[in-house]
C-alpha cells in the first residue's frame, strides 16, 4: 500500500495542463528519490503551520497591533529632558586617574618594577598627547631583555597593579647575545587626568 501524501501525487497523472503535469512529476520524482514520504509529509506540515501562524490567525494579529499601540502611547507620555541631563559617566572614570603631575613618579614606578621582576632595561621614548577632554595619554616605547618568565611577571605586575596602564603591542625576539633569553619591545599607554583648564 502506497503512503498517503504518495497517493495524492498519484493523481497528477489526472492534470489536464501537460506543463503543470510535468513540473508535478518531477516534484513527484525528486520526493521520492530524495526525501522521501516522511520528509514530504513533514514539509506540508511545517508548510501549513507557517501558514496558520504567519497570517492566519487574525486574533494574534490583534493582539499584537493592541500591544504596540500600548508601547507608542507609553513612550509619547514620557516627558523628555534636555540632553545630557545627567551627569557624564566619563568624569567617574577621569576621578581614579592619578594626575598628569604624577607622570615622573609613575614612570620611575615603571621602570623599578621591570628591575624588580630580573628584567634588563633598555633604550625607551616618551611622548604625551592629549586626548579627549580632561586626559593625557603617556605613550611609552621600553625595550627590555629577559626571560619570558620573567617578562610575563612584568606585564602581569604592571597590569595588575596600575589599572591606569595599557599594553598597545608587544614585540618578542630571540636574544642574540644571550642564550635562552628574550629581547622585548613593549609599547604601553599610561592615562593621565588632566587638571589644567
Excluded at 516627558?79 to 559617566?89: E, H, I, R, S
Excluded at 586617574?97 to 621602570?111: D, G, I, K
Excluded at 621614548?125 to 611577571?153: D, M, N, W
Amino acid at each position: 500500500m502506497k503512503a498517503p501524501a504518495l497517493m495524492t501525487l498519484d493523481l497528477i497523472g489526472q492534470l489536464r495542463w501537460p506543463r503543470l503535469r510535468q513540473q508535478l512529476a518531477a516534484l513527484r520524482w525528486v520526493a521520492r528519490r530524495h526525501v522521501g514520504w516522511a520528509g514530504l509529509l513533514g514539509a506540508l506540515l511545517c508548510l501549513a503551520a507557517a501558514g496558520l501562524w504567519g497570517g492566519l490567525d487574525p486574533a494574534l494579529q490583534a493582539r499584537r497591533a493592541a500591544a504596540l499601540r500600548s508601547s507608542v502611547g507609553q513612550l509619547e507620555r514620557q516627558p523628555l529632558g534636555p540632553a545630557g541631563a545627567g551627569p557624564d559617566p566619563r568624569d567617574a572614570a577621569r576621578a581614579d586617574l592619578p594626575a598628569l603631575a604624577e607622570r615622573a613618579a609613575l614612570v620611575r614606578t615603571l621602570l623599578q618594577q621591570a628591575e624588580a621582576s630580573g628584567m634588563a632595561t633598555g633604550r625607551s621614548a616618551y611622548t604625551v598627547q592629549a586626548q579627549a577632554p580632561a586626559l593625557s595619554r603617556l605613550r611609552v616605547t621600553l625595550t627590555l631583555g629577559g626571560s619570558y618568565a620573567q617578562l610575563r611577571k612584568f606585564v602581569g605586575s604592571t597590569l595588575n597593579g596600575m589599572p591606569n596602564v595599557a599594553l598597545d603591542s608587544m614585540q618578542l625576539a630571540r636574544s642574540e647575545e644571550r642564550p635562552g633569553e628574550i629581547d622585548a619591545t613593549l609599547r604601553l599607554s599610561l592615562f593621565f587626568r588632566d587638571d589644567q583648564p
